[in-house]
C-alpha cells in the first residue's frame, strides 16, 4: 500500500474495521438533500440515501444490487451538482449497502 497523510486519505488505515476511522467530523444531511443519484462509469443512474458527510467524503445506503465497486470512480448528483468520488468501502447489510465515498481532489 502506498503511504498516503491521513490529512489526504481522509482515512486512518492502521484503525482496525469495527471502529470509526475518519478523520473528519460526520455531518448529517440536511432532510431535503438526503436523497441522490449515484451515476456510474456505464452512465447509469442509481437512487441513493445520505447517511451522513464530512470534509472527505459521504457515506451512502443504496441497493445492494448496484454494481459497484471499492476502488471505483463515481459521480453523486449532490445538491444540484456532479460530485466525483471514488468508493473507499462497500459493506452489504440487510436490505442495502453502505457505500464509503471519498471525495475525488485534483492537484493543480
Not at 465497486?69 to 442495502?96: F, R, W
Request: aromatic fraction near 8%; charge should be negative; hydrophobic fraction near 30%.
Amino acid at each position: 500500500m502506498s503511504e498516503v497523510p491521513e490529512f489526504e486519505s481522509g482515512v486512518s488505515h492502521d484503525t482496525p474495521k469495527n471502529v470509526d476511522r475518519r478523520t473528519w467530523s460526520r455531518l448529517f444531511p440536511d432532510c431535503d438533500q438526503s436523497q441522490v443519484e449515484v451515476q456510474l462509469s456505464d452512465g447509469q443512474l442509481w437512487p441513493a440515501t445520505v447517511t451522513d458527510e464530512s470534509f472527505g467524503g459521504i457515506s451512502l445506503f443504496a441497493s445492494p444490487d448496484m454494481p459497484v465497486n471499492v476502488g471505483e470512480t463515481v459521480e453523486v448528483l449532490y445538491h444540484g451538482a456532479p460530485m466525483s468520488c471514488t468508493i473507499c468501502s462497500l459493506d452489504k447489510q440487510e436490505g442495502h449497502v453502505r457505500l464509503g465515498c471519498k471525495w475525488f481532489s485534483r492537484s493543480r
